[in-house]
């Protein structure tokens, strides 16, 4: 069973671009979840996914957006970039969102704004 | 709110060496609690889970006993390995409104020398 996809590995854009990052779950399972891991915050949720809903959102601005497709693909979006949301974006995937199921977790996505 | 705190390190050790990483939670009744490793350039992997009180996970030499009267979650190894060089992350997965959602500790370098 092929694991959690993410694309683009790595990405660089400027301040006020925005970005659009790809997370592929594992094949069957419904639920996406997103993390920015950066070494001064550490690990933190920004959102959830399950069945194309939004079921649970971090603290984190607007400009931090998602979405899920039919099939269970989500997309991220960070508009108006600044230089602090530069960070590694993880997406984990699970069969649905109860709390003792396993998250497998993707490569991340490394995003360096400059 | 739900929350986690572990030792931080950098832990350095050698080879043989008998390894303990504390992690104690702060959680409304008894989560499910985890530990994760992250190798270098990749995402987390679970490590091992304990689902209720007294419990104990382990996995590849690793365990942590779910201890509520104390609310920790202690890893430890007895001889751990160069290869065993990672972070490791302490996590509970939130309940009710949060359920699913996963609250890390800021992880913890381990350096093993040969």
């Known amino acids: 069973k092929a694991g959690v996809t993410q694309t683009p590995r790595y990405l660089i854009k400027t301040r006020g671009q925005q970005v659009t990052l790809s997370c592929s779950p594992i094949?069957?399972?419904?639920?996406v979840s997103w993390y920015q891991q950066t070494p001064g915050q550490g690990l933190q949720f920004l959102f959830e996914?399950?069945?194309?809903?939004?079921?649970n959102k971090g603290n984190f601005p607007g400009r931090f957006s998602g979405r899920q497709f039919s099939n269970s693909r989500s997309e991220m979006n960070v508009s108006t970039l600044e230089l602090g949301d530069s960070a590694l974006y993880l997406c984990?995937?699970?069969?649905?969102?109860?709390?003792?199921?396993?998250?497998?977790f993707g490569p991340g996505t490394r995003l360096t704004v400059l | 709110g739900d929350s986690v705190t572990q030792m931080e390190g950098p832990v350095t050790l050698s080879e043989e060496a008998f390894l303990t990483i504390n992690c104690t939670y702060t959680?409304?009744?008894?989560?499910?609690l985890f530990w994760y490793v992250q190798y270098p350039g990749e995402g987390l992997q679970l490590l091992l889970k304990?689902?209720?009180?007294?419990d104990k996970g382990s996995n590849k030499g690793f365990e942590a006993t779910y201890r509520k009267e104390t609310t920790s979650f202690h890893l430890e190894k007895g001889s751990v390995q160069v290869s065993d060089s990672a972070v490791y992350f302490c996590a509970l997965v939130g309940r009710g409104s949060t359920l699913g959602r996963l609250y890390f500790g800021r992880g913890t370098q381990l350096t093993v020398w040969p």
């Open positions: 959680a409304t009744g008894y989560p499910s």
């Open positions: 984990a995937s699970s069969s649905n969102p109860g709390s003792d199921n396993e998250q497998f």
């Open positions: 094949s069957g399972h419904r639920s």
């Open positions: 304990a689902t209720k009180a007294d």
């Open positions: 996914y399950f069945s194309e809903t939004q079921r």
